[in-house]
C-alpha cells in the first residue's frame, strides 16, 4: 500500500499479508486459547484471542504499527497526531516513540485516566477536547491542518484496516476449525480487517458484529436507521456515532449481523473474563462474549472466536463491577429491617445473621424516619451471602423474628 492511499481497493487480503510481515518483530503474536468456563457460560465452544498482552494491551498496535512504517521520511519528520478515547492513542504512541516520530493525541475529555496517562507516559502529547470521540476528532482535524500533521485515523484508513485484519490469520491458522468470529465494533476497522481475512483463509466463516447499545452507528448505517448515538458507557472504546466511510461497504457485505449489546450485559462479560478466565477486559474488549451473552441460542455448539481486543479499564470501575455482579448474583445482598430503639438488640440481630453463616458488611441506623414509632428504628445491613437461597433463608428468619425485612436495591426500599 502506498502512503496516502484512501480507497477500498487497497484493502486486500494481499495488503493485509503484506501487513502481517511488517508487525513481525514489533507486535506480539497474541495466544489464541480454548476457554472452558466462558463455553460452559455460553453454551458454545470458545476461543479467545488474547490482544489485551499486547504492550498497550490492545490490538491497535496493529493498525498503528502498519501506518506509521509506511510513512515517507518527510511525513515523519511532520509528526503525526491521532484522535482517540485511549487504545488507538497508546498504540500510536508507543509505536511512534519506538520509529522517533513526534506524536499528538486528542482524547475525549471523558477518557478513563488510566488511559489518559499511559498515553501521556509513552511520550505523546495529550489534548482533552469534547465529550465524545466526534467532538475530539473535530478538534484533532483542526490541530492537523493548523500544525501540517500526518492524520492516523483510528479506523477509516487502509493501513489501519490492513493492520487489523492480522488478527483473523493468526487466528485461524492455530483453530482452522473456528465457524464464527464475534468481532467488536466502533468505527468498523478491526470487523472490516478481519471479515476480509477471515473470508480468504475459510469463505464458509460467519462474521457477526457487537455494538453497545448507546452507539449502535454500524448498525443504524445497515439498516438505514436512526436510533440515537450518546451516553455514557462502559466500552467507551466502540463509543462511536458515525460508521467509517472505508468499513462500512466491507461490514455491509461480509458480516452477516450486528448485536447490540447494554451496559448490564458488557458488566456482566468483563467480570466473567476477570473471575472465570482470569484477564483483565475493558468494556470494548468483552463486547464479542455480551453479545454471546445476550444471544446465547444463537453460537449453541458452534466453535466460536472471540477477540479480547482491549484490557485497559479503570480499576475504580472494574472494583465497582465486582461489586455489582456480587449483588446481582445475590452473593451481597442488603435489607432493611424496623427494630425496637433498645440496648442490646444490634448485638442480637448480628449474632443471628452470623449464626445463619452470613458476613455482615456494613450497617446503617436510622431513628428519625417518621414511618416508624418513636421508640422505634430502621436498621440497614449489608452482608455477603452463598447465594439467593441463603439470602431468602436469612430474610424468612428475620421475618419470622418480627423485623420486616425489605430488601434494598441502590439504596431505596424495594416494597
Known amino acids: 500500500m502506498e502512503p496516502g492511499a484512501n480507497n477500498l481497493a487497497t484493502v486486500t487480503f494481499a495488503a493485509i499479508e503484506a501487513a502481517r510481515r511488517t508487525l513481525a518483530g514489533h507486535v506480539l503474536r497474541t495466544p489464541l486459547l480454548p476457554a472452558p468456563p466462558l463455553s460452559a457460560l455460553t453454551g458454545a465452544e470458545v476461543f479467545v484471542k488474547y490482544e489485551n498482552l499486547q504492550v498497550t494491551n490492545s490490538f491497535k498496535e496493529r493498525g498503528a504499527c502498519v501506518k506509521l512504517a509506511a510513512l515517507t521520511a518527510e511525513e515523519r519528520d511532520r509528526g503525526v497526531i491521532a484522535m482517540s478515547a485511549g487504545n488507538h492513542a497508546q498504540a500510536v ?20 485516566f488510566v488511559k489518559v496517562k499511559a498515553t501521556e507516559s509513552l511520550g505523546a502529547t495529550v489534548v482533552l477536547c469534547g465529550e465524545t470521540l466526534t467532538e475530539a476528532q473535530a478538534r484533532a482535524e483542526t490541530i ?12 477509516d484508513d487502509p493501513h489501519i484496516i490492513a493492520g487489523q485484519g492480522t488478527v483473523a490469520l493468526e487466528m ?8 464464527t468470529l464475534v468481532v467488536p465494533i466502533g468505527g468498523g476497522g478491526l470487523i472490516a480487517g478481519n471479515a476480509i481475512a477471515a473470508h480468504a483463509v475459510k469463505p464458509s466463516i460467519e462474521i457477526v458484529g457487537v455494538e453497545c447499545a448507546l452507539y449502535p452507528s454500524m448498525w443504524n448505517a445497515i439498516h438505514g436507521a436512526a436510533r440515537p ?9 466502540i463509543a462511536v456515532s458515525k460508521a467509517g466511510a472505508l468499513t462500512l461497504p466491507v461490514v455491509r457485505e461480509r458480516v ?42 444463537r453460537f449453541a455448539g458452534r466453535k466460536v472466536g472471540l477477540i479480547l481486543c482491549g484490557g485497559n479499564i479503570d480499576p475504580r470501575i472494574l472494583a465497582s463491577i465486582m461489586v455489582r455482579e456480587l ?17 442490646g438488640i444490634l448485638g442480637q440481630i448480628a449474632s443471628q445473621i452470623g449464626v445463619l453463616g452470613a458476613n455482615i458488611l456494613g450497617v446503617d441506623h436510622h431513628r428519625l424516619f417518621l414511618d416508624v414509632p418513636a421508640k422505634g428504628a430502621k436498621l440497614d445491613v449489608t452482608m455477603e451471602t452463598r447465594d439467593a437461597a441463603h ?4 430474610f424468612r428468619v428475620l421475618a419470622a423474628d418480627g423485623y420486616q425485612p425489605v430488601r434494598l436495591e441502590g439504596g431505596a426500599a424495594l416494597e
Open 229 to 237: 448515538c450518546g451516553g455514557a458507557t462502559l466500552a467507551e472504546g
Open 172 to 179: 485461524l491458522e492455530e483453530a482452522p476449525d473456528i465457524e
Open 93 to 112: 504512541a508507543y509505536h511512534a516513540r519506538r520509529l522517533a516520530i513526534p506524536a499528538t493525541i486528542v482524547m475525549p475529555v471523558m477518557t478513563p
Open 144 to 155: 492537523a491542518a493548523e500544525r501540517n500533521l500526518v492524520w492516523v485515523h483510528p479506523y
Open 256 to 297: 452477516r449481523d450486528i448485536i447490540l449489546v447494554g451496559e448490564p450485559l458488557i458488566e456482566r462479560a468483563v467480570n466473567a473474563f476477570l473471575t472465570l478466565q482470569k484477564t483483565m477486559a475493558e468494556g470494548a474488549g468483552a463486547a464479542g462474549l455480551a453479545a454471546m451473552l445476550a444471544e446465547p441460542a
Open 391 to 394: 439470602a431468602e433463608e436469612i
Open 327 to 343: 449483588e446481582r448474583a445475590d452473593r451481597i445482598v442488603s435489607v432493611r429491617l424496623t427494630i425496637p430503639d433498645r440496648p
